[in-house]
């Protein structure tokens, strides 16, 4: 049953790059962003948290389409970046990435954000009156103690991202070694008859590969909190 | 040494505190709501004054008509709060140098010193959660002594403590006032405690 086709260990691979890719660039943005609507009071707040809502009350077919009108190889954006930087997303993998990192954006965000409303301000206060800059109170202060929260959001990205579809293949299509995930692979083997066991075999390894993150990061936040009350 | 005008927001209206005093360790004392804490705040730069000056050894910290309000982590200023506000993430050790980077050439308190002082050698490595409350308003203290601070401020540091401790806590209070020879400010609403302890006292009606 476990024989896979080369069509399917290239989509297994791709879906692993681009999940983890997604995750790991979004996390600083979605830091930053989480600590201004956590700590900051400025005018346009709310605006800004509906914004980045957005990518979770939208289709992700129009999620897709705006990408693809902005960030195309003619779309604004786009179109200076290959120009000047080189970087191309449209039809690439870095596009899917691209597409799955603003999908789970919002989801980063929220679990990044309530975990650093959780971290008590009196902490950063003191850590203040003892010559902290802001800069040294959040990096560490807020942030370790935020933690689970950082796990969480990127763990929840990243299964967002092995489970994107709609943006996706919206954006960079459905090539297979450049944007076929495992997602889109199921898609096209619905399309043709007797794919069903790979259908089946995809479905298992999406089914580990997000138990085993989910693993992963619940250890990740134990051994945090083992750390904060071990007993000496 | 101290030389506050301030006008604190509280509410509706405001509250008009003066204090000029020589004393090296100035007890803040009144009834609760008088604004005591605020004003170890205002000093300490956690709490915007509507309007005033407060000047500590000579240093402006805060001047609403020259527009001078130094942000927390340039005033030099030492807070002991109430509760410890031990870093739960750090060990006892991490916590006392948190704040220790500042002008190591110009450190007036060292770190074996301070930790013979407090008594607290043997905490070293333990976590805050590990802990009595007493020993960790004394991790505090060492940790606010380590800053190198112009001026200490203790809010009640005894006031969360049951009495045993309370009396386990006074003796270290008073090595640190008598040998550090630190300006301080100590805000209590026990007379008697302060008395053992001050040089001066203001009460805030």
């Not at chain 1, 980063?108 to 800069?135: F, K």
């Not at chain 2, 956690?46 to 402006?60: E, M």
Request: proline share 5%; glycine share 8%.
């Amino acid at each position: 049953m476990f024989d896979f086709s080369p069509d399917e260990l290239v989509a297994i691979r791709l879906s692993l790059k681009v999940a983890a890719v997604a995750a790991i660039a979004s996390l600083p943005p979605a830091i930053a962003m989480a600590w201004l609507l956590a700590r900051r009071r400025f005018p346009g707040r709310a605006l800004l948290d509906a914004l980045i809502h957005l990518p979770l009350v939208l289709p992700p077919v129009v999620v897709g389409y705006v990408l693809l009108v902005t960030m195309g190889t003619r779309g604004l954006v786009g179109a200076w970046l290959l120009e000047h930087l080189g970087i191309r997303f449209a039809f690439r993998w870095t596009g899917a990435a691209l597409a799955c990192a603003v999908m789970g954006f919002p989801l980063m965000v929220r679990a990044i954000r309530l975990s650093i409303e959780q971290v008590d301000r009196r902490l950063e206060h003191a850590a203040a009156t003892l010559g902290a800059p802001p800069w040294k109170v959040f990096l560490t202060i807020t942030l370790p103690l935020a933690w689970p929260g950082v796990v969480a959001g990127a763990v929840l990205a990243f299964a967002k991202a092995l489970g994107e579809f709609g943006a996706t293949i919206t954006f960079v299509s459905n090539i297979p070694g450049q944007s076929q995930t495992i997602s889109a692979a199921i898609y096209n083997l619905l399309q043709v008859p007797g794919g069903e066991s790979g259908i089946w075999r995809l479905a298992a390894v999406s089914l580990c590969i997000s138990l085993g993150a989910l693993v992963l990061s619940e250890w990740l936040v134990r051994r945090q909190r083992g750390r904060e009350t071990e007993v000496l | 040494m101290l030389d506050l005008d301030l006008h604190l927001q509280r509410g509706s209206f405001t509250r008009q505190v003066r204090i000029q005093s020589d004393a090296r360790v100035l007890a803040l004392t009144g009834p609760s709501g008088a604004g005591k804490t605020s004003v170890l705040n205002a000093i300490a730069g956690l709490l915007r004054p509507r309007s005033g000056r407060i000047v500590v050894d000579g240093q402006v910290l805060f001047d609403s008509e020259r527009r001078v309000d130094l942000p927390m982590h340039r005033r030099r200023i030492g807070y002991v709060f109430q509760e410890a506000r031990l870093f739960p993430h750090m060990d006892v050790q991490r916590n006392l140098r948190y704040g220790g980077h500042v002008q190591a050439q110009a450190a007036r308190f060292g770190f074996d010193a301070v930790v013979e002082l407090l008594g607290i050698a043997s905490l070293l490595q333990r976590r805050p959660r590990n802990l009595s409350g007493g020993e960790a308003q004394r991790v505090a203290i060492g940790r606010a002594l380590l800053s190198q601070p112009a001026l200490l401020l203790l809010d009640e540091p005894l006031s969360a403590l049951d009495a045993a401790r309370r009396g386990e806590l006074i003796p270290y209070l008073r090595r640190v006032c008598t040998e550090t020879g630190l300006p301080m400010l100590y805000v209590s609403h026990h007379p008697d405690e302060v008395q053992q302890l001050a040089d001066g006292v203001h009460v805030l009606e």
